[in-house]
């Protein structure tokens, strides 16, 4: 953390733009891949069918949608340290998405936290995330209710 940017910046050691490349689809518009063979699909993308073993995978992308199985308040200090002062209490979730995959993620802009509850619909949107080494802000994908 730096005074001039007091969001979270990633460790540049495991955090590169080229891996920023590779997975912006993933981040972005929730790309993961489908096998086609069995059908079955997968996120993150694989490069391998862990069902059939099928090397015959292409991109697919979900719709955003899915229901809450399960949440918790994240409290602690230390995101306070880590630049999300504003952003306390935070939500932070399993998502299990209409096709399929259980995926993780924050809940925001909740106008009451009672209102999360497991079996509550929840779509995506994409939303900052954090700085890159490079300062650039880094976007990806959080959760809303779905009305
Ligand atoms: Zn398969």
Avoid at 74 to 80: E, K
């Amino acid at each position: 953390m730096s005074t001039q940017y007091p969001e979270q910046i990633s460790n540049p050691a495991i955090e590169s733009s080229l891996r920023q490349w590779r997975e912006h689809g993933g981040l972005h518009r929730l790309e993961g891949t489908k096998c086609s063979e069995c059908n079955e699909v997968y996120y993150p993308r694989r490069s391998v069918c862990p069902k059939c073993h099928s090397l015959n995978m292409s991109v697919f992308r979900f719709s955003g949608k899915g229901t809450l199985l399960n949440f918790f308040t994240n409290n602690i200090p230390m995101i306070a340290v880590f630049g999300f002062r504003e952003h306390s209490p935070r939500f932070m979730s399993t998502v299990k998405l209409d096709e399929g995959p259980v995926i993780l993620g924050e809940v925001i802009e909740l106008s009451n936290p009672e209102l999360l509850k497991p079996g509550v619909r929840l779509k995506t949107t994409i939303r900052k995330q954090s700085r890159s080494a490079n300062t650039s802000w880094k976007y990806g994908y959080k959760f809303v209710l779905d009305k």
